[in-house]
Structures are given as C-alpha cells and as structure tokens.
T-cell receptor, first 114, second 115 residues
Framework: AQSVTQLGSHVSVSEGALVLLRCNYSSSVPPYLFWYVQYPNQGLQLLLKYTSAATLVKGINGFEAEFKKSETSFHLTKPSAHMSDAAEYFCAVSDRPGNTPLVFGKGTRLSVIA | NAGVTQTPKFQVLKTGQSMTLQCAQDMNHEYMSWYRQDPGMGLRLIHYSVGAGITDQGEVPNGYNVSRSTTEDFPLRLLSAAPSQTSVYFC??????????????FGDGTRLSIL
C-alpha cells in the first residue's frame, strides 16, 4: 500500500527566502503525486501534480516540485517566499493505474516571517 | 457553478446524538469522498463512492455511514456521536476514471465538536 511521509510538521522561513517542503513516498508501482495547499478555514486546493510527463512539475503561485525516483521524493520548492504563502501543505500519493483513493501526508505548516 | 458545497459549516453535538453532514457537487463528478482532518494526522479517508449506489470504506469508517442515491449528493451520517469524532470533515469530488490521477475538488469543511 502506498504511503507518504512529510518531514517537518512546521517550517518557518523569512520573506524572500527559499521554501523547501519535503515529501517522501512509498509505493510498489510508479505513483501519481500531488501537492495541495490549505489556507486557514478553507478546503484544500491543488498546487501541482506529477503524471510522469516531466520530472520537474510547475504549479500555481510559483511553486514547483521535482520527482526523484531514486530517492522516492517529491519535494516542493519556491525560490522566494511571500507572506501569502503561509498555509498548510499536503503531499498525496496514489498508485497507478490510479484506481485507488489518494493517501495524504500529515501536512507541513509553513510560516513566513516578515 | 458552486463546486463542492458542505453544510453545516459548524456544529456542536452532545455525545450520543446523531446527525448528517451534507455534501453536494454540481460538476457531475462520479467520485466523492469524505475525509476527517485532525491536528498532526493529516487527512484520513472515511468513506468513498465511485458512483450512485456504490460506496466503500476508507481508513477510518467506524461510527460513520454513507449512502449515494444521486450523483450530486453524498451525505455522511454519524450514528451516535462520540468525543473522538470531534474533527473537521471535508468532502471531495472528482471524475472517477483513474480517480487517483484526478485533482480532487474540496469543500470548505464542516467543523464538528462533540461534547
């Protein structure tokens, strides 16, 4: 069965600094991978998705993630943090052929300091 | 196009009471699911449905019932509320073909407290 580990329940960065949120997955088959963002008192929104077309995936709001099969990782990055990026971020995985529900990580709360 | 609508947004119950959390979507999505979100636990799947008349259990189904009589609606029933069911509940939907490859559309959640 697939699983996701997000390293760090809370990450704090200064405004303008690099954002790096870590996600490692476990899957017996090539996975589909997702990053979702949750702003306070809202549901989750899709940031980006890995489908195997390219290992570097670009998402909304300047975020991107790189799929590294050898490291079973799908870390989320943004070159320069903005105050509006403060939110909770979830990594999620589903096995191919993709007929099973998503499994979510426990989330990482990102704080941005002015 | 309202997306995924959850009602109520907030609810306080007493232990032993029953209630139904409503979820409706207007995107003609076949796949619908319920998650609960607890601090430090992420989102855990309660029940899901791949179409009208078809439901299945997720990771944490005990104490919850679901039914899917229409494509649009997927209510979640708490049979006898317990304090351990205090949580934020999210409904999500997507197309059912290769559901694991589909972006999930989430509602804004129902915040439920059991006293």
């Amino acid at each position: 069965a697939q699983s996701v580990t997000q390293l760090g329940s809370h990450v704090s960065v200064s405004e303008g600094a690099l954002v790096l949120l870590r996600c490692n997955y476990s899957s017996s088959v090539p996975p589909y991978l997702f990053w979702y963002v949750q702003y306070p008192n809202q549901g989750l929104q899709l940031l980006l998705k890995y489908t195997s077309a390219a290992t570097l995936v670009k998402g909304i709001n300047g975020f991107e993630a790189e799929f590294k099969k050898s490291e079973t990782s799908f870390h989320l990055t943004k070159p320069s943090a903005h105050m509006s990026d403060a939110a909770e971020y979830f990594c999620a995985v589903s096995d191919r052929p993709g007929n099973t529900p998503l499994v979510f990580g426990k989330g990482t709360r990102l704080s941005v300091i002015a | 196009n309202a997306g995924v609508t959850q009602t109520p947004k907030f609810q306080v119950l007493k232990t032993g009471q029953s209630m139904t959390l409503q979820c409706a979507q207007d995107m003609n999505h076949e796949y619908m699911s319920w998650y609960r979100q607890d601090p430090g636990m992420g989102l855990r799947l309660i029940h899901y449905s791949v179409g009208a008349g078809i439901t299945d259990q997720g990771e944490v189904p005990n104490g919850y019932n679901v039914s899917r009589s229409t494509t649009e609606d997927f209510p979640l029933r708490l049979l006898s509320a317990a304090p351990s069911q205090t949580s934020v509940y999210f409904c999500a939907s997507s197309y059912s073909r290769e559901v694991g490859n589909q972006p999930q559309h989430f509602g804004d959640g129902t915040r439920l407290s059991i006293l």
